[in-house]
T-cell receptor, first 110, second 116 residues
Framework: GQNIDQPTEMTATEGAIVQINCTYQ??????LFWYQQHAGEAPTFLSY????GLEEKGRFSSFLSRSKGYSYLLLKELQMKDSASYLC???????????FGPGTRLSVLP | DAGITQSPRHKVTETGTPVTLRCHQT?????MYWYRQDPGHGLRLIHY???????DKGEVSDGYSVSRSKTEDFLLTLESATSSQTSVYFC???????????????FGDGTRLSIL
């Protein structure tokens, strides 16, 4: 089976850096994806990792360690518009489908 | 933006009635998915499709059926709607990379369904 864990809520200050962790247990790992979802809207793709290491995309970076079943999303220079839920999703070989974690609700304070 | 359209965007209906939600894509992607999203549960997979007439069950498939007769359309049907199926439904699509792994999913705007 698959099990994905994320912190439920986090709070950070505008301009700061925040790290959102995701741990997973799955068979046939085929990639880990991060999505952002503002309240009342659809999830939008942010970043993904297939191999170990850091992927950087502007203010957002994602890290993966397959041996530890661990990933994090790093958000730099936080802005108020970054207040949203952040979803971690694992793609696994069986069924070629994605399993989502419960999401982390991030609040950015002035 | 990925070309995904969900219809209807909102629907209110009564218990016991059949409901069909439509997902239409213009990206010619192989994979299509239906999720429901409820407070405290996150996104849960209902059914997915890996090609025309090829579908499989997800985590919460009971009470739902799907059909994919064309690459661009993926229909989700609630044969006899129940109040527990009140939710926000998202369709997603993804392509396949050269290496055989999945591309990221792109989501439709969602359908808010209320069963009274």
């Amino acid at each position: 089976g698959q099990n994905i864990d994320q912190p439920t809520e986090m709070t950070a200050t505008e301009g700061a850096i925040v790290q959102i962790n995701c741990t997973y247990q799955t068979s046939g790992f085929n990639g880990l994806f991060w999505y952002q979802q503002h309240a009342g809207e659809a999830p939008t793709f942010l970043s993904y990792n297939v191999l170990d290491g850091l992927e950087e995309k502007g203010r957002f970076s994602s890290f993966l360690s397959r041996s530890k079943g661990y990933s994090y999303l790093l958000l730099k220079e936080l802005q108020m518009k970054d207040s949203a839920s952040y979803l971690c999703a694992v793609n696994h070989n069986y069924g070629q489908n994605f399993v989502f974690g419960p999401g982390t609700r991030l609040s950015v304070l002035p | 933006d990925a070309g995904i359209t969900q219809s209807p965007r909102h629907k209110v209906t009564e218990t016991g009635t059949p409901v069909t939600l439509r997902c239409h894509q213009t990206e010619n992607h192989r994979y299509m998915y239906w999720y429901r999203q409820d407070p405290g549960h996150g996104l849960r997979l209902i059914h997915y499709s890996y090609g025309v007439k090829d579908t499989d069950k997800g985590e919460v498939s009971d009470g739902y059926s799907v059909s994919r007769s064309k690459t661009e359309d993926f229909l989700l049907t609630l044969e006899s709607a129940t109040s527990s199926q009140t939710s926000v439904y998202f369709c997603a699509i993804s392509g396949e990379s050269v290496e055989g792994s999945n591309q990221p999913q792109h989501f439709g705007d969602g359908t808010r369904l209320s069963i009274l």
